[in-house]
């Protein structure tokens, strides 16, 4: 008879073949007894996980793990007017919002809904940045503690891209926007399939982080400040945008434009009072 446990066949937990364990009861309470002072506690019992891949608030709220790592960004033109790139590095995992925030939610934090156009598990808009604002520090409060807030830019282009270096993370760059429309319709709903309204959340197929709606539907809001131009060194880690400035960068695209502005490296801005139809947000969470 072989233990799993045995420390080799000459050592002290040899056991002698001809005494099993049917045969010698003792013997067989003798070794769970040892298995239970010589096994870790963590073999006996699962340690829960630090940070788990998905995470649900109280409001209902779903949040995806998104991974530390880094990503090509075009950084600026140089003198012919083409794209110069540095890598953009995301130092420590987040949580992102699996799905824009949505009517539902925010009629739970704010008491109202905004939107114009109506639906419970539609994504919120008509909404500024000064008003996300409002709602982070409601629902921080909600939460007891002030881990809720807007993704960077450079942590939600990360995300959206999910892992790949392309603008669209469903195909290789294409020569011409209008390749990407079909391929782009199982994906996000824009102009050439929403219909001129937006959607339910989640009806889509998701990016390969899990996150459902980064292309189309609404813009979204993220935290920084509207720069012309990135960091031009070849490396910039934790990027948090310019310290002041005139506008707030959203990202995304929406239902209201074609496949050129519903991609990954697609930027906008808009002033932190502005308000549209196909401008919403979705939250991060900080891991502390």
């Known amino acids: 008879m072989n233990l799993p446990f045995a420390r080799g066949r000459q050592g002290r937990f040899r056991i002698i073949q001809e005494c099993s364990m049917k045969k010698c009861p003792m013997l067989r309470l003798a070794l769970f007894a040892l298995l239970f002072v ?3 506690a963590s073999s006996l019992a699962a340690e829960p996980q630090k940070n788990p891949p998905a995470y649900a608030n109280s409001i209902g709220m779903e949040f995806v793990l998104i991974p530390a790592g880094s990503f ?5 033109k140089d003198e012919f007017g083409e794209n110069v790139f540095g890598e953009a590095i995301i130092s420590k995992p987040f949580y992102l919002g699996k799905y824009p925030v949505t009517q539902e939610q925010w009629l739970a934090v704010m008491g109202n809904n905004p939107a114009f156009f109506k639906g419970r ?3 919120v808009e008509m909404v500024s940045w000064d008003d996300v604002q409002e709602f982070i520090k409601r629902l921080n409060s909600k939460e007891g503690h002030k881990r ?9 282009e990360f995300a959206a891209r999910g892992g790949t270096r392309t603008k669209y993370f469903f195909m290789k760059d294409p020569k011409k926007w209008e390749e990407a429309e079909g391929p782009l319709a199982d994906y996000a709903w824009c102009r ?7 959607h ?4 889509k197929k998701p990016n390969p982080y899990g996150l459902y709606d980064v292309y189309g539907n609404v813009f979204e809001w ?12 070849r490396e910039f880690t934790d990027y948090r945008g310019p310290a002041t400035g005139e506008s707030r ?9 074609e496949a050129e502005y519903c991609r990954s490296d697609k930027r906008d801005y808009d002033t932190p009072d502005y308000r549209d139809s196909d401008l919403g947000f979705r939250l991060a969470l900080s891991l502390e």
Not at 148 to 153: A, G, I, K
Request: no cysteine; proline share 10%.
């Open 72 to 76: 090509q960004v075009a950084t600026r």
């Open 200 to 203: 339910p959340v989640g009806q």
């Open 38 to 40: 010589l096994l870790p």
């Open 249 to 257: 960068v959203n990202r995304g695209g929406s239902w209201y434009y």
């Open 121 to 123: 598990r539609h994504p």
């Open 148 to 156: 809720y807030r807007l993704p960077t830019e450079m942590e939600w």
């Open 222 to 233: 993220v935290q920084d400040w509207y720069a012309k131009e990135l960091p031009a060194s």
């Open 192 to 198: 050439g399939n929403a219909g001129d309204v937006t």
